[in-house]
Structure formats: C-alpha cells, structure tokens
C-alpha cells in the first residue's frame, strides 16, 4: 500500500514562494513517475507538474519558468518549489504515484 503526505502549502501574498513536499511510504520515487496536480474550487483537477522515471520534468504552460519540481530518491520525497505566485495558483494541490493520491495541501495566493 503506497501512502502519500503532502506538506508545505499555506497563505502567501503574491510574488512569494512555497516549497511543497511529498512523501512516500510503500514505494520508491526512484525510477517512477509521479506527478503535481492542483484544483481549485468549482474546476477539474489539472497537472501541474510532473517527473518522469529517468527524472525528466513536465511542467503545465501557466508554470514554466516559476515551478521546479524535484526529487530526493535518498529521503523518498518529492518537491514542488514554486516561486513568483499568483493568485490564480490557488488551490488545493495533490501528488499521485502509481495511482494513489495523497490528502491535498492548500495553497491559498492572496494580498
């Protein structure tokens, strides 16, 4: 059983920055593929950003150039570090490995 923890999302005014954290426990990161979704209210579930098995990043047209993700296979986590927010990036943002998806960590951009 794979399980997924989030953690890093909160508040922060336009312009800011987070780092979002995933863990997993049940598999490894390494060599797989995992990805960064986020919804917002009243809207689908869209990828963000994603790291292939070999560790090539993907990442959504609205996140370029903002968002890196990464991967520590030693600590088992994925990041997502996001800088320059706005307040469009407002959501609730989830990772998924192999199918399994962990509980959400908000993000909220606000002034």
């Known amino acids: 059983q794979v399980q997924l923890v989030e953690s890093g999302g909160g508040l922060v005014q336009p312009g800011g920055s987070l780092r979002l954290s995933c863990a997993a426990s049940?598999?490894?990161?390494?060599?797989?593929?995992m990805g960064w979704y986020r919804q917002a209210p009243g809207k689908q579930r869209d990828l963000v950003a994603g790291i292939t098995g070999p560790g090539r990043p993907i990442y959504a047209d609205s996140v370029k150039g903002r968002f890196t993700i990464s991967r520590d296979t030693a600590k088992n986590t994925v990041y997502l570090q996001m800088n320059n927010l706005k307040p469009e990036d407002t959501a609730v943002y989830y990772c998924e490995f192999q199918n399994y998806w962990g509980q959400g960590t908000q993000v909220t951009v606000s002034s």
């Open positions: 049940g598999s490894t990161f390494s060599n797989n593929a």
